[in-house]
């Protein structure tokens, strides 16, 4: 399922912003949605947002949301070398972020379940920094589905 | 975009999140520190529905309380909440989300997603 999610075009190594509001922006880039819609989905992120951050700790941020205006789930994972002020749990910045966004039903519960992936590779991803050394999309791709099946 | 529609859209992001909020495959996430998210989210809703005219309101709540949601995307010609396609004059306007629509199958307020 995380590999159907995981794109190339999806995969930001470089985030440019500093701060929470911007980097929901940016990480909604890939998925080319009309302005419009890009609007709405970020408000419904920061809406999520304001009962909680989703930066769990660690470095690591896992913003998520459901959308009326979308019409399928999406996965956008997004690396700051310098960090993001995020308002994390534990106050530090965050390094990785994992965007995911669907339709609120989508068939199977998609998101729900990839929701549970991603906290569970989130937790094995922070017992070393590898993944702030690649430098091809490719290579993290497959490194987070190593992590993925890795126990 | 109809702004009463951009505020249903609100309306059906939030009633989704707390429908995620309240199922135990999210909480056992734990992917959020506050105790109880669900009351936050109540409390975004009733800020956002009290945006909307009276009857709009009375209609989405009713619509909500049949399907289990007020407001459904159409993906491809098709309401995602009946599955019926709509008729092609419908799918083919220029003006769509310009103004407030409703399925003709099943009545739900739609959002047009192309």
Same mark, same amino acid.
């Given at each position: 399922?995380?590999?159907?999610? =995981?794109? /190339? /075009?999806?995969?930001? @190594?470089? @985030?440019?912003?500093?701060?929470?509001?911007?980097? &929901?922006?940016?990480? %909604?880039?890939? @998925?080319?949605?009309? /302005?419009?819609?890009?609007? =709405?989905? @970020?408000?419904?992120?920061?809406?999520?947002?304001?009962?909680?951050?989703?930066?769990?700790?660690?470095?690591?941020?896992?913003?998520?949301?459901?959308?009326?205006? *979308?019409?399928?789930? $999406?996965?956008?994972?997004?690396?700051?070398?310098?960090?993001?002020?995020?308002?994390? *749990?534990?106050?530090?910045?965050?390094? &990785?972020?994992? =965007? %995911?966004?669907?339709?609120?039903?989508?068939?199977?519960?998609? $998101?729900?379940?990839? %929701?549970?992936?991603?906290?569970?590779?989130?937790?094995?991803?922070?017992?070393?920094? /590898?993944?702030?050394?690649?430098?091809?999309?490719?290579?993290?791709?497959? $490194? =987070?589905?190593?992590?993925?099946?890795?126990? | 975009?109809?702004?009463?529609?951009?505020?249903?859209?609100?309306?059906?992001?939030?009633?989704?999140?707390?429908?995620?909020?309240?199922? !135990?495959?999210?909480?056992? +996430?734990?992917?959020?520190?506050?105790?109880?998210?669900?009351?936050?989210?109540?409390? +975004?809703?009733?800020?956002?529905?009290?945006?909307? #005219? #009276?009857?709009?309101?009375?209609?989405?709540?009713?619509?909500?309380?049949?399907?289990?949601?007020?407001?459904? #995307?159409?993906?491809?010609?098709?309401?995602?909440?009946?599955?019926?396609?709509? #008729?092609?004059?419908?799918?083919?306007? !220029?003006?769509?989300?310009?103004? +407030?629509?409703?399925? !003709?199958?099943?009545?739900?307020?739609?959002?047009?997603?192309?």
């Amino acid at each position: 399922m995380l590999e159907q999610l =995981l794109k /190339e /075009e999806r995969v930001i @190594l470089d @985030l440019k912003s500093k701060d929470k509001e911007s980097v &929901l922006e940016e990480l %909604l880039e890939p @998925l080319n949605l009309p /302005e419009e819609r890009k609007k =709405l989905v @970020l408000e419904a992120l920061k809406k999520r947002e304001s009962i909680g951050s989703t930066g769990i700790g660690k470095g690591i941020a896992i913003p998520h949301t459901r959308s009326v205006v *979308l019409d399928d789930v $999406y996965l956008v994972v997004g690396r700051s070398k310098e960090g993001v002020d995020f308002q994390a *749990l534990d106050g530090k910045p965050v390094h &990785l972020f994992f =965007l %995911l966004c669907a339709p609120p039903q989508d068939p199977g519960t998609r $998101y729900l379940i990839t %929701l549970g992936m991603i906290a569970n590779i989130a937790r094995k991803i922070i017992k070393s920094d /590898e993944y702030m050394k690649i430098q091809d999309k490719k290579e993290f791709i497959d $490194y =987070l589905l190593r992590m993925e099946k890795e126990e | 975009m109809d702004p009463i529609l951009e505020i249903l859209i609100a309306l059906g992001d939030i009633d989704a999140m707390i429908k995620d909020a309240e199922s !135990p495959e999210y909480k056992e +996430l734990g992917l959020t520190e506050d105790e109880d998210p669900v009351e936050k989210l109540k409390k +975004l809703r009733e800020e956002c529905a009290s945006k909307l #005219p #009276p009857n709009i309101l009375k209609r989405y709540e009713k619509l909500k309380k049949k399907y289990g949601r007020g407001i459904a #995307p159409v993906v491809g010609g098709i309401c995602t909440n009946c599955f019926i396609h709509l #008729p092609t004059s419908l799918v083919t306007r !220029p003006d769509k989300n310009k103004k +407030l629509e409703t399925c !003709p199958n099943c009545g739900i307020y739609v959002y047009w997603t192309k």
